[in-house]
């Protein structure tokens, strides 16, 4: 072969190459959607995919750019995403055609990933029984059972930080809070003490640390997931299971084995999954496999103690920032048990109003979740525009985005609690407020994530005060590299006892 055929073959591969990339290129232009300009290969997320930037702050900086537009259209590498931003559109994706977008696009691998086949990832055909089935877990009458599980948990999260407190050393409050829900999830769903405060080997803190640790490997294995699927299921014939894949269907099928064979029921997480399993009827024509079930326990596991664990680390650097707003809510803690003894009730809890809005507030400025994902299960036109897309298209949520735009939230980068008065929450569009998404396909543990967290810091905040200190970073510095929102380098401060 000579030169000139090699540089013809070449030409011909980068004409291909060119076209596979571009061929998409104008699926915006053609529908009237307005949106920034993609480039080969990464499309818009060139930052993002080389982990400069995090998914939710890039769309933040593009609803910025795109105010006045209602939808905004964008390439992840070639393929077209459509971000939703105005709240009548968001509500019919999320709440009115529910029935069209109820996928939320997840590629499920069950040979290379068994534990993907869980509620938050999954089809609607084996989401909807199995979201039915599971909800009774999470109702008020469920929490208010589990409610002294919580709070004994809470009580040794205390203990825990006195001897924190005593060594007078920046305490990582990450750390010490995933401690906390990881020993909550374990005590209340699961039946299993996991001992993550009192050990500092505990397996289960360590699998949660690893399965949200942004190692290469796990960044990685993410990349091949979202942009060659194929590729990643032939790779599950190659690669070994993970150890958190093959720690959790261990643990979870042993659990379940163990009740059975001493007939202990506790009418939790585990024993709903222990009924589905002898009653699979219930999931219609689903096959029941142990890594289905394994998946739903995984997924509740992750995220009951990191959702949970993130916002109370939040709400603690917050307060150590305003130690005005902290005075206020310690006062309304102090007034809570002074009215009602020393027991701490599930009713005590939902009193006090004013944790409710630091909460909530938190979660405002700090969404766990920066975007959510749903796909189109047939061919939709937006109410009142001349939008339309096809079957299967991406559409995101940019609840981070939402959560910081100051026509919504004036100085949106201010901590106020007072954003969450009865007035102002009436004088906004439910859809400007989304940590746990809306409609059918919301958190089902969201109660669940708000007590634990709650909680944690009603017993924290009574006796310690937490402050910054020299390690703790000022301003927020956000790590791209997380799955979840969170900081670089973690959440140092100082916490000592209040005499």
Known sequence: MDPFEILCGIAVALIALYYYFTSSYDFWNSR???????????????DVMLTKKAMGHYLKEVYN?????SVIG???????????????LIKDVLIKDFSTFADRGFTIHERAEPLSQHLFGLEPKRWRPLRTNLSPVFTSGKLKEMFSLISECADHLEKYIEKLANKKEPVECRELTAKYTTDVIGTCAFGIEMNAMSNEDSEFRKMGREAFAPTWKNILRMRIRTSMPWLYDILGYILPHTEVTKFFIRVIVETLDYRERNNIVRHDFVDMLRELKK?????????LTDSLIASQAFVFFLAGFETSSTTMSHALYELAINQQIQDKLREEIEQEYASHGSNLTYDNVKKMSYLDKVFKETLRKYPPVTFLLRKSLSDYTFDGTKVSIPKNQSVWIPVYAIHHDPSIYPEPDVFDPERFTEEAVQSRHAMFYLPFGDGPRNCIGARFGVHQTKIGLIKMLRNYKVETCEKTRIPYKNDPKAFLLAPIDGIHLRITKIK
């Open 279 to 287: 009653h699979p009827e219930k999931l219609g024509d689903i096959d």
């Open 74 to 88: 964008i390439f992840l590498r070639k393929t077209p995403v459509l971000v939703v931003k105005d709240p009548e």
């Open 32 to 46: 009237g959607v307005r949106g920034p300009q993609p480039s080969i290969p990464f499309g818009n997320v060139k």
């Open 65 to 69: 750019e795109y105010k006045n537009e």
